[in-house]
């Protein structure tokens, strides 16, 4: 999973990754300020700094954007669990970018090249890439988790990773719109909070938790699956890499931390498919397939899990 800021000066029909010192700046202002709201939040929140209305803002957007990420960009665009109405298309490829973790195009192509090459030379994140002793791993999952987006080179060509995406006039305004989405999603909250409770107070303390806190909250649990989860977990399923399941980032993660399913199987819809894995994102997919706005859903195939399963026994 990724983070990036793209530029929106290409030409009509056109998207182009930029990776200037500007574009590399707001990356680090997007991690670094919500990451160090998270300490003097946890003080504040004892302190009682914070209203009803502000959990409600933190939850809201905190669930937008991470079934945009899971949903949208992972399963949907990325591996073609579902497919999608234009209207479902475009909400969750918003939902997605309001995240905050780069443009749709740009974080499919990191992703697709993710899994081509997953903790194997060429993966853009891998925990694994300095070697095995404690040491290297140390060093390899700091790099896995946070260190790749601020200073790794290892980029995916979209062209080379996400052509259907660039043919998409959908897709391709919307990566190219990202930076307005970024300032609605770092607005939305604090202009919410204040109309509310009718105060300056309700816009800080609604720009606090609904958007420095919802942006850091759901970066790190993002990056986890990078890192934690290619480092550690149960490994039910037969994978060509060190993909582990890790139980408690399924909630927060909304089931995309069920992730040695997802390894073995990339394109199922679902990634929690033992007893009591909570997988709310597959809960969504399956709502929206419901209502018609998603069709052609993947489901787990019982055949081809049970094959994934005796080879890992």
């Not at 679902?270 to 052609?296: K, M, P, S």
Request: proline share 4%; charged share 20%.
């Amino acid at each position: 999973m990724t983070s990036a800021v793209d530029s929106g000066d290409s030409p009509p029909g056109e998207f182009q990754a930029v990776g200037g010192r500007f574009e590399r700046a707001l990356i680090w202002v997007f991690i670094v300020v919500p990451t160090l709201a998270l300490v003097p939040g946890i003080f504040i929140a004892w302190g009682g700094w914070i209203g009803w209305h502000d959990i409600v803002l933190l939850v809201v957007f905190y669930v937008i954007t991470t079934t945009g990420i899971g949903v949208g960009y992972h399963r949907g665009f990325t591996h073609g669990s579902f497919k999608s109405r234009r209207g479902l298309k475009i909400a969750l490829a918003v939902a997605g970018s309001l995240a905050l973790e780069g443009p749709v195009i740009r974080w499919v192509a990191d992703h697709r090249k993710h899994h081509k090459f997953s903790d194997r030379d060429g993966d853009p994140h891998s925990p694994w890439r300095y070697g095995t002793n404690a040491w290297a791993v140390t060093k390899g999952f700091v790099f896995a988790h946070v260190g790749w987006v601020l200073w790794g080179q290892d980029r995916a060509d979209p062209k080379h990773y996400a052509p259907d995406l660039l043919a998409d006039r959908d897709m391709v305004s919307i990566s190219r719109h990202f930076r307005g989405l970024v300032a609605i999603s770092l607005l939305a909250p604090a202009v919410i909070g204040g109309l509310w409770d009718r105060s300056w107070h309700g816009a800080a303390t609604g720009f606090f938790w609904g958007t420095l806190v919802r942006i850091a909250l759901m970066h790190h649990v993002t990056f986890s699956i990078n890192s934690i989860c290619h480092v550690t977990g149960d490994k039910p399923f037969t994978a060509r890499d060190r993909s582990g399941n890790v139980w408690w980032l399924a909630l927060l993660s909304q089931g995309e931390s069920w992730h040695n399913l997802h390894h073995a199987d990339p394109t199922c819809a679902r990634h929690g498919v033992l007893r009591g894995q909570i997988d709310i994102n597959a809960w969504f997919i399956r709502l929206f397939e419901r209502f018609g706005w998603a069709y052609q859903v993947r489901w787990p195939n019982r055949q081809r899990l049970e094959r994934k399963r005796a080879a890992a026994a």
